[in-house]
């Protein structure tokens, strides 16, 4: 037992020892979203001495003065964030906005919260002190001036159809490069739309998340809704895996459920009720669509992952999902093996679900990596 004297030295040590990490929020998803883990496990940081604080107003004066100030790319969505909206006088205002926070803030982090592995921010990267990202690419070197003209999705590099290009990072910012964390920590468990508010706040324990048996009655081989794009509308290169996909349907004697978009309520109930399910890249490599696969335990079939770095890294090729070259060329026989040999291959279903949930259960993990990055201690 400690003496009450012990007790308040012990109070004083953590209060030396405590950080702030302040956090200018995306407003849009304030109550849920990707800085869940962070309300997920507050009192956890506390007890590794880090204080979180959110704000949602980059004129909020409580931003200046701390340790760390994590600035969320998407508050910026309505003006240089959203490359549609860039222009010089909004990228001004945000870069004298970086140079005088700075001065009052111990380590500025800007969050990429885009989707893919590219980066259309780099203009910024010398303002900032750390630069994080949810994925990365494994040879950073691509994002480097020496590859000017690179498109901002590598898949689609050099195809005849590039979706964008990037303005390239400086060879001397690319150190600032680092490795934030990935859309497997947002909160999958089902909440009405006026309901969604609760996430951050509602304990796992009253309300945990609910996994379907791998081994469970599967009524359909495969569930996947969507629409083909007509190849003169939108970013072609984008929807391409995703086209492909929903073309290849009328090849496959399989039982599928497919057809126009449907609600949240049935679309979890079919992927619960699916045996594999087929996650294509979209606007990034890693989607919503990986772990809600995972959690339904349906086998994840996507595109390789192995240029990638993040985290939590649940893409354990043939272990915890099936890769697929980026053309997908090879989707009906895996897709039709699959099926045909089921029972043998669902443990990949039963070892991602397995996988995903140790990481989900790991908070001392995820604190331990964010401790590391918003200091770039990691050797990336």
């Not at 969505?77 to 140079?99: M, P, S, V």
């Not at 910024?124 to 999705?153: E, H, M």
């Not at 303005?167 to 964390?181: D, H, M, R, T």
């Not at 009405?192 to 706040?201: A, D, I, T, V």
Request: proline content about 3%.
């Amino acid at each position: 037992m400690f003496s009450g004297t012990s007790k308040h030295k012990l109070r004083i040590a953590s209060s030396l020892t405590m950080k702030v990490l302040k956090i200018l929020d995306w407003p849009a998803k304030r109550y849920y979203g990707e800085t869940h883990p962070l309300y997920k496990w507050r009192s956890l940081l506390i007890e590794n001495d880090i204080k979180v604080e959110f704000y949602f107003d980059i004129n909020d004066k409580r931003l200046y003065g701390g340790d760390y100030l994590m600035l969320h790319s998407r508050y910026f969505e309505y003006g240089w964030q959203n490359i549609k909206l860039r222009d010089t006088h909004n990228q001004a205002e945000l870069f004298t906005f970086l140079k005088r926070v700075k001065r009052y803030t111990g380590r500025l982090i800007w969050f990429d919260a885009a989707d893919s592995s590219g980066s259309q921010d780099f203009p910024l990267i010398p303002y900032v002190d750390v630069f994080l990202k949810k994925q990365i690419l494994k040879d950073k070197n691509y994002y480097t001036s020496a590859n000017q003209g690179n498109d901002l999705r590598i898949w689609l590099n050099k195809k005849e159809h590039q979706s964008s290009v990037f303005e390239a990072c400086p060879v001397n910012q690319l150190p600032k490069i680092g490795l934030a964390w990935n859309l497997a920590y947002n909160d999958y468990r089902y909440f009405g739309f006026k309901m969604s508010r609760l996430s951050n706040y509602l304990n796992y324990q009253i309300y945990p998340l609910k996994y379907s048996p791998v081994i469970s009655e599967r009524k359909y081989d495969l569930a996947f809704h969507g629409t083909i794009h007509a190849t003169d509308t939108g970013q072609k290169g984008v929807f391409a895996q995703r086209t492909h996909l929903l073309n290849s349907f009328k090849e496959l004697e399989l039982n599928i459920a497919t057809g126009v978009n449907v609600s949240k309520k049935q679309y979890w109930k079919e992927l619960r009720a699916s045996k594999i399910s087929v996650s294509p890249y979209g606007w990034g490599e890693i989607c919503y669509r990986d772990f809600e696969s995972m959690i339904s335990g349906s086998i994840l079939v996507k595109p390789s992952m192995d240029h990638l770095q993040t985290f939590p890294n649940v893409f354990l090729p043939g272990q915890t999902y099936v890769p697929l070259s980026w053309e997908m060329t090879e989707l009906k026989q895996v897709l039709e093996y699959l099926i045909d040999n089921y029972k043998s291959l669902r443990h990949i279903g039963q070892c991602g679900q397995e996988y995903y949930q140790r990481m989900m259960l790991d908070g001392q993990g995820f604190v331990e990596a964010l401790k590391r990055n918003i200091d770039l201690t990691d050797s990336l």
